[in-house]
Nanobody, 118 residues
């Protein structure tokens, strides 16, 4: 499965963006999908994840209540709705897939840059 993230850009603090993660192939619905981010000079960090059916989501404390992860398996696409953005949300955002049996994400897309100005 190949992943293509999009939707990044420049936004003012307090604004919103929606990232998309388009997957090729027919097995997208079999995977847990996650979003991660990496700020300049920082390690990559987990943001959110969603199970294959879209019925269970999990968020890092730093984005809980502001970001919403979702997926549309019919479109082979996942989303990250980001509201109330803060300058510290500035990072390159990546989507990734993990199998239900796996312990790590091993299928990554290229990142999309989100810049939040103060």
């Amino acid at each position: 499965v190949q992943l293509q993230a999009s939707g990044g850009g420049l936004v003012q603090a307090g604004g919103s963006l929606r990232l998309s993660c388009a997957a090729s192939g027919r097995t997208f619905s079999s995977y847990i999908m996650g979003w991660f981010r990496q700020a300049p000079g920082m390690e990559r960090e987990f943001v959110a994840s969603i199970n294959p059916f879209g019925s269970y989501t999990y968020y890092s404390n730093s984005v809980k209540g502001r970001f919403t992860i979702s997926r549309d398996n019919a479109k082979n696409t996942g989303y990250l709705q980001m509201n109330s953005l803060k300058p510290e949300d500035t990072a390159v955002y990546y989507c990734a897939l993990r199998s239900l049996q796996g312990t790590s994400y091993n299928n990554w897309g290229q990142g999309t840059l989100v810049t939040v100005s103060s």
